[in-house]
């Protein structure tokens, strides 16, 4: 059974470049949400996807958008990127009948220079 | 607003000792309350959860967490500590119905040989 997977691992952008990060969920999973994790903190909520559409959304600028496809997947995208945005990119993912339950991926490593 | 302290910003134990890391939150009602081990440079795992009923509750790798509702409090501990569970380990809160966890700043578990 697939755990949550994340693409790619590490990347490195530079101040004003626009990222697109992915998730494939757990199987059997249908929710997936989006964290930031800056170095030395907990993660920060950006957004919850749930039958493609965007279900919740935490204190994130519009720069911070995402989309989640038939097959459960979803992209996390960063337009105009800043030297802030530097941070562990976590994603989860959960059933949308036990939402709070989510199983996390291993992260994408976002350095912006 | 729910809000999660972990007073604790690292912990050293011996190994062998028994730990007990602490978690209290902010909530008006009983939230979903949730412990995380994050290794260095990993993704989260879930360690254990309590949404109801026994307010005492086993989790994976020989934790246990208490839940206590005067105190707001639901602190991990483990018996017996091995090397192998020096990581960071962050306490999450879902509450109410939008969706997102919201989690400490976390406690890094340091283990002295």
């Known amino acids: 059974d697939a755990g949550v997977t994340q693409s790619p691992t590490h990347l490195i952008k530079t101040r004003g470049q626009q990222v697109t990060l992915r998730c494939s969920p757990k199987?059997?999973?249908?929710?997936v949400s989006w964290y930031q994790q800056a170095l030395g903190q907990g993660p920060q909520f950006i957004f919850q996807y749930y039958e493609e559409e965007e279900r919740q959304r935490g204190n994130f600028p519009d720069r911070f958008s995402g989309h989640q496809f038939p097959n459960y997947s979803s992209e996390l995208n960063v337009n105009a990127l800043l030297l802030g945005d530097s941070a562990l990119y976590l994603c989860?993912?959960?059933?949308?009948?036990?939402?709070?339950?989510?199983?996390f991926g291993p992260g994408t490593r976002l350095t912006v220079t | 607003a729910q809000s999660v302290t972990q007073p604790d910003i690292h912990i050293t134990v011996s190994e062998g000792a028994s730990l007990e890391l602490r978690c209290n939150y902010s909530y008006g009602a009983t939230p979903y309350l949730f412990w995380y081990v994050q290794s260095p440079g990993q993704g989260l795992q879930l360690l254990l959860k309590y949404f109801s009923g026994d307010t005492l509750v086993q989790g994976i790798k020989g934790f246990e967490a208490e839940f206590k509702r005067s105190q707001s409090s639901f602190n991990l501990r483990k018996p017996s500590v091995h090397w192998s569970d020096a990581a960071e380990y962050f306490c999450?809160?879902?509450?109410?119905?939008?969706?997102?966890?919201?989690w400490g700043a976390g406690t890094k578990l340091i283990i002295k040989p």
């Open positions: 989860a993912s959960s059933l949308a009948g036990a939402t709070y339950e989510q199983y």
């Open positions: 999450a809160v879902g509450a109410g119905s939008n969706y997102q966890l919201i």
């Open positions: 199987s059997g999973h249908d929710t």
